[in-house]
């Protein structure tokens, strides 16, 4: 008996000890947090030490990995008491926002509210993720009583690093390049992050632009973690200029309108918050100016969107900052101070949000009652066409709307509303068709992802301002004021593909037939296209259908119909069967009309003076997408590369400074007239037109009336405003295609373009093709200054010009922007496989 007492003190006294003793990130990690780097493995060490020597408050989630192999994970911390009901209380909150599939009633009262705080989403504003560690440290710290009493009816979910890759990216640079101290003259080296910078992910994309459309691994996995949990508040940490203050919440106009006055006036409850103790210290900080809520896929806005109070931090700092530096004011910004002011915010934000607990569930839950009894806007029902000839958009559609748990479903009858297409109101039947409505628990999205014309509050918004997906899928629409109930649900069908003996069509409809497309290519198999519509067997064909035959592919013998559909299943593509290449109507197989093509050899320019993201985005569609091979050189290489490996160059938007080398430009040239097939984007266009390429941009005739100019009149206080007539902040205009030409086979005579920029170029005569032009003013959705409306029009936004046997396609726009503008990928592929083949 006695052992036993004494082995039960012992074991009391080792458990206890061990809480007593759990290690602060600074004994763990053997330095005070602030004086250098953490990089991610040591986070990933530290927050995995903590769940487990605190099991009954804490708990860690694994959620998915990075493309570089790295961990993301959360945890969730509480009272233990909340702990040990944690799936009760998750379950419990859906039930809050009606999005539990078991559709018990939900318990309001003593539900704890929810606090979700995501560190570190662009890689290079590091002091984030030191401050994850400061917080979770604070909240678990035995000694530490404050914060367990907020505990108590609040549920902390610490996310301590969205962006791993990208922070490495920049952790890794600077420590390789720090003196034995930190040297903080701004001129020395580790202020100034080599490119791509570590802002990106592995792909350089901004993981800060990628909520709503999830096209980023980063961004599927946690966004469907956040699905399931839906809290009432996020906050989401960066870091600005080493100049400027502290940054929080309110935030500044332009608001979206669906953004609730309890959404706005709690921001306020949390900002007195923060400023009572930045006062406390004497710290500077701003709210109301630059960051506002109007684009839907930031970490504020797509929060608010979906139920939450959604907010921005900022701290002076990012990749200039490295870990102290001198300011403009001569003081010396460390490492230590920046993560101190987001510690203090973090812990700020905890406070206000337990101690309005009560109210935040109330609000979540009246914005959810909402959503499902009104909805929200003037719309009740969005209808989308299910055309046969759609279906691989309307498949991307709908998996977007999954990702964001978006309900839809298919139905018949007859509607009335808003025609996307003509921008009329028209009555128009249904059939089989997408119906989504607007009366669901995720009603603020649909409105905000499917309205045509989005209400800007205010129009100095730093982001575009129109994405209505309709246009960004290229699908057939309405908006009805009425209420279009859906019958049944969507299913997806299997196709199962026939045997042949002669041949197979492919529809060239979309990304999977690209993909399709390019494994057949790769494997070797000799493909034709058709350049004009026809029809064989009782099937029509549109222009640019691949042709698969015996012929030229007989290295394949037996084999080659059985691989052909083995690709084609994987990607479950449906092939046409053919027994001849006499077709009914149009040009035989054999016609010239019909061309071979093989796989192109594709290079991709990046690096130095490219952009990181235009080449990010193409990088991993060609990667990720339509695994097709790609090979990335940098531009400042391109000069001594072997032309004759290259069959498509592309050059995203980017300076090409190789150009202003005239033997280098000459070789380019020269490479082009035998054959090689370029694709200029964006900014590359204007390169290409200042180095005397036949297209050239479109001049502003402002000079045409010599009236008195009053508008050069300005004044001071209006001068952050004075760009906003210049500035096209990403709307949306109607272009006219020739769709006789390959660059625009796919597609109907129209497109639409999301036009960042104000540039348009001239008709190309002679050797150029107009394949998209913008006749009139033909803007569609989205924001537009005055003085650009005059110029965007009557100009040339997608050409291809012949030079010798080779061409250049001109993409002014960017067809593939942050990968979410769906219906622009085909017209890139177009680019690669067939235009110049
Ligand atoms: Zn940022």
Known sequence: MIRKIVLTAFLFTVLFSVQAQLKSPEEFLGYKIGTRYTPHWKIVNYFNYVAANSTSTVKLEKYGETNEGRQLLVTFISSAENIQRLDAIRLNNLRLANLAKDKAAPIEENAPAIVWLSYNVHGNETSSSEAALMTIWALVDPSNNKTKEWLKNTVVVIDPCINPDGRDR?????????????????????????????RSNHYNFDLNRDWAWQTQIESRQRIKLYNEWMPQIHVDYHEQGINNPYYFAPAAQPYHEVITPWQRDFQVTIGKNHAKYFDANGWLYFTKEVFDLYYPSYGDTYPIYNGAIGMTYEQGGGPGGGSAVINNEGDTLTLLDRATHHFTTSLSTIEISSQNATKLVKEYRKFFNDAVTTGAGEYKSY???????????VDLLLDLLDKNGIQYGVGSGAGKGFNYQTGKEESFNINNDIIISSLQPKSVMVKVLFEPKGKLVDSATYDITAWALPYAYGLEGYASRERISSSGAYSKTKVSNEETTYGYILPWNGLKTVKTVGQLLQKGILLRYAEQPFEVNGNKFE????????????????NLWAEVRKVADANNIKLYPVSTGFVDKGYDFGSDKVHPFKAPKVVLLTGDGVSSLGAGEIWHFFEQQIDYPVTLVNAVDIARANWNDIDVLIMPDGNYRFLSDKASADAFKDWINKGGRVIALEGAVGVLSRADFGIKMKKDDDKKDDKVNYDVLKKFEDRDRDFIPNMTPGSIYKVELDNTHPLAYGYPNYYYTLKMDDNIYDFMKEDGWNVGVIKKDNQVAGFVGTKLKEKLKDGLVLGVQQMGNGSVTYLTDNVMFRNFWENGKLMFCNAVFFVGQ
């Open 170 to 198: 920049y952790v890794n640079w600077y420590n390789s390049v720090v003196g034995k101290t930190a040297n903080a003259q701004r001129m020395s080296r580790e202020h100034r992050e080599p490119w791509p910078g570590g």
């Open 383 to 393: 209808v989308v066409r299910n055309n046969a000839k759609d279906k691989e958009r």
């Open 543 to 558: 222009r640019g259908a691949v042709i698969v035959l015996k012929t030229a592919n007989k290295s394949f013998g037996a």
